[in-house]
């Protein structure tokens, strides 16, 4: 049986759990929260033990794995500390909010030959699957500029939650839901961050609401220009506004949140894939998590690729509040 234990017991990761506990040979062994109700909802559902800290869990409890939901800020200490103690760790995104975390929690589960895997579930999302292919078949010719946003009426709900507070989110909606569109925007066109320039607004809040980034990428040597903006304040309730667009020497593939466009010379070629529901990508991250635990499967949502996104977001609020065009670490 692999043991699961659920660190972060808000709505994810309440849901997440019960994901795991329902998964053949994965079971959910306890949880942790520091807020009081949260565990005890936890313990009706799952009839588990509940903890107070992470300390107390692992002086407690025999495991092979953490899922952790907790805010942004808290993510290194809880998942190096069970890194530590030999677990495998699902985290979900942001991985950290600081690039030298996320080189640390790379560097320890490599040297213990533990799995570190960060939610960014469009890896398992059949859209961004097939604009991925588009782009590897060569239809486009050279990929050479990007262009990709992301709006959603966040601040709304997030301004007096922890989201809103900078000491527990780490920053705003960039390093929130804009944390999809980066991994989106690199994964899709299998890129790294060189360079960004960034302008950030807080529109009067705590933490930054709309950014807007003109990034440049490298893809095995080429370049590509990108353009990424991201609204916290928004229209898309409940889901957000989504668009990526690639264009090529030889054509263009996008996406508008629906349809998926494709464009040869005079022709263009659409579709309209059904969006895949939220629960069902959650369960396939997971099952991708455990299944690569336990050497059964490749890991398709390796910490390397949350660290690049770490790494560009970190130098696009340094590049906002210097003004200065700034190199992004990383690699």
Not at 103 to 115: G, P, W
Not at 144 to 154: A, D
Request: one cysteine or more.
């Amino acid at each position: 049986m692999f043991r699961v234990a659920g660190i972060g017991l808000g709505n994810l990761g309440v849901m997440e759990c019960r994901l795991f506990d329902e998964m053949d040979g994965v079971s959910i062994v306890a949880g942790v929260d520091p807020d009081e109700d949260a565990r005890g909802r936890f313990a009706d559902e799952f009839d588990v033990p509940t903890y107070e800290t992470v300390e107390e869990l692992l002086d407690s409890e025999f495991l092979d794995a953490v899922t952790i939901a907790s805010p942004h800020t808290q993510h290194f200490d809880q998942a190096l500390a069970a890194l530590d103690a030999g677990l495998h760790v699902h985290l979900e995104k942001p991985m950290v909010t600081d690039l030298g975390g996320a080189r640390a929690l790379i560097d320890r589960a490599d040297e213990a030959t533990l799995t570190l895997a960060v939610g960014y579930q469009r890896h398992f999302d059949p859209r961004f699957h097939e604009l991925r292919r588009i782009v590897d078949s060569g239809r486009i010719g050279d990929p050479h500029m990007v262009v990709c946003h992301l709006e959603q009426e966040w601040i709304q709900w997030t301004k007096d939650e922890w989201r809103g507070d900078p000491a527990l989110s780490g920053g705003g909606q960039l390093y929130d839901s804009g944390s999809h569109l980066l991994d989106a925007m690199l994964w899709v066109t299998r890129s790294k961050p060189i360079t960004v320039a960034a302008a950030v607004d807080h529109r009067g809040y705590d933490v930054d609401v709309n950014s807007a980034l003109a990034v440049v990428l490298d893809r095995d040597g080429d370049r590509l220009t990108a353009s990424v903006a991201v609204s916290g304040e928004g229209p898309s309730v409940p889901a957000p506004g989504e668009s990526l667009r690639i264009i090529g020497t030889e054509g263009m593939v996008s996406f508008d949140g629906e349809t998926i466009e494709v464009t040869e010379g005079d022709v263009t070629y659409r579709a309209t894939p059904s969006e895949p529901d939220f629960e069902r990508l959650t369960e396939k991250k997971l099952r991708n998590f455990v299944d690569a635990a336990r050497d059964e499967a490749e890991l398709a949502i390796p910490a390397e690729d949350a660290l690049r996104v770490t790494a560009l977001t970190e130098a696009a609020y340094e590049s906002a509040t210097t003004g200065r065009r700034v190199n992004v670490g990383g690699d």
